[in-house]
């Protein structure tokens, strides 16, 4: 069974931690958010991407929540030295990774090519893409000014308040090569628990793929990244709020209604399930805390079998 | 006394060491080759510049030769994962180095830019001049075809013949800002202990900086950087050989006689002498061999001292 996931980063890679142990995974392609890439040192990083290489090839740093685990940080002490900024922490081996990635960028190789080369030398199962080959900014318009995605997130904390959020050159940016043939041949297209603004609306928003995903005949089913109105990880809690948006599984819902077959939300949240059914989709109540690999597979394995409902 | 220094790397860096401790080192300019410059993992390294930045900031590792001392290879042991060759090894401090300068040069600052920024970063006492802003490549023909200086030196350790020796894009190069007006102003011209064809000879070669050198009133001093018909460190002696020239203090000071009034040349090689005096310029003997900061301030004392005779 062709699926296709839809992913951010931190939520998303724990999802298909589970999902390749209880599927094939040479079936499964994963179409990852790019909006948040940035250019750091002038190296380019790809924070979701990297996120998903470095947990399934199981080099993530869990307790961290970022980057790679036995890391050191002779490079980024160095720069430090040098005055560069360094909120955006970067070990020796990350560094590795977006030095390769600017080296391939600059010798005109696309991110689709460089990125299905990072997931062969990280020994990645899966198929993974970028949503696109062009540079899509997510910026967050607050009361302190535009911001990149990571200054207000890693920076600044998520401090600001969203007063919107912008996806600078989404109108122009295609999906990148393999996309819509995956979308158009899947069985299962599968929004992973990530941040509904932006990560999976930023996919969303790349043109042709939201009207490919309605068109498709695969069975479309989204986990809640919302968890008794909190995010595990990350600001999507404090963004739909800001937004004006319910910080609940209903809201996230409510965001996908016009896509989705079926949704999936944590059993403590079950009280949203007749709500969020009357948007016409199913709902399916289940444990989505990921904290370890059972946890993930059980998740995973609650997805297909919706599938088979 | 306003002082150039023409300079390669290693023997230069230490002769610099002893100079700047018995002059004014805000006097000093060093023109530095930038030929040997070669990008690795698109990354901008410049080994002669760096040489006298780590050297004179004593951050060197004067015991490997090359480098920053207390290096990890954190970075290096990754990308050599990702298939990439290693010939050229690269500390993590080191790495943020290229990293820097590279993300400048992407900035459209010059190289010149970026190595008086580098040179306030390692807190250097002196002036600090590229060449040339004009990218040179130093080329060697061998029959193992044409290699650039670094493949030639340090992935195949100058086994191979040179048959030629190629200054691609010198044609075009203009010295960088400041390197005529620095010439123009010297009271002394200092050629440092520096493999004469391959680094003092690619300075010599940009367009202008010879008949600026030529044309000057300052004095004009060599150090001969063969020892006994030996180079102390790299390829100098072979590659002369190669060439046909002798290798030997009166083999170099034949190459410079056009520019100089003075040549040093080692104690254990004052039987070449006379021989060099009749290329008219004035020998004076020492010792040249820099073990210690007493050797080579003694060394710098003895040229600084010919100035005066």
Not at 238 to 256: H, R
Not at 290 to 308: D, F, R, S, Y
Request: hydrophobic content about 40%; aromatic content about 6%.
């Amino acid at each position: 069974m062709k699926i296709v996931v839809l992913a951010g980063g931190v939520g998303a890679a724990r999802f298909l931690e589970g999902l390749v142990q209880i599927t094939n995974p040479i079936d499964i392609t994963v179409i990852v958010n790019t909006g948040d890439d940035e250019d750091f040192y002038g190296l380019r990083v790809c924070p979701d991407i990297d996120t998903i290489l470095y947990t399934l090839s199981g080099n993530n740093n869990e307790k961290q929540g970022w980057g790679l685990k036995d890391e050191t940080f002779a490079v980024s002490n160095q720069l430090g030295k040098f005055g560069y900024e360094r909120w955006f922490m970067l070990g020796d081996k990350d560094f590795a990774t977006h030095i390769h990635r600017t080296n391939l960028l600059q010798q005109k190789k696309t991110l689709s090519e460089i990125t299905e080369n990072l997931a062969k030398l990280f020994s990645l199962p899966i198929k993974l893409l970028p949503m696109s080959n062009d540079v899509v900014k997510t910026k967050v318009k607050t009361p302190h000014g535009i911001l990149s995605f990571q200054e207000y997130f890693v920076k600044r904390k998520f401090q600001d308040t969203v007063l919107s959020v912008i996806f600078s050159g989404i109108k122009k940016a295609k999906p990148a090569p393999g996309v819509i043939e995956a979308i158009n041949i899947a069985e299962a297209i599968i929004i992973a628990p990530s941040n509904p603004i932006v990560s999976i609306g930023t996919i969303l928003a790349v043109p042709t793929i939201t009207s490919h995903i309605k068109k498709s005949h695969a069975k479309k089913i989204a986990i809640s990244p919302i968890i008794g109105g909190k995010a595990i990880k990350g600001p999507a809690d404090i963004i739909l709020t800001n937004l004006g948006i319910e910080s609940s599984a209903f809201g996230v819902a409510n965001i996908y209604k016009e896509l989705l077959d079926t949704f999936i939300l944590d059993a403590q949240d079950r009280f949203q399930k007749e709500k969020i059914e009357k948007l016409g989709m199913r709902v399916v109540t289940t444990n989505t805390i990921m904290k370890n690999l059972q946890t993930k597979k059980l998740l995973a394995q609650t997805v297909i079998n919706t599938l088979c409902m």
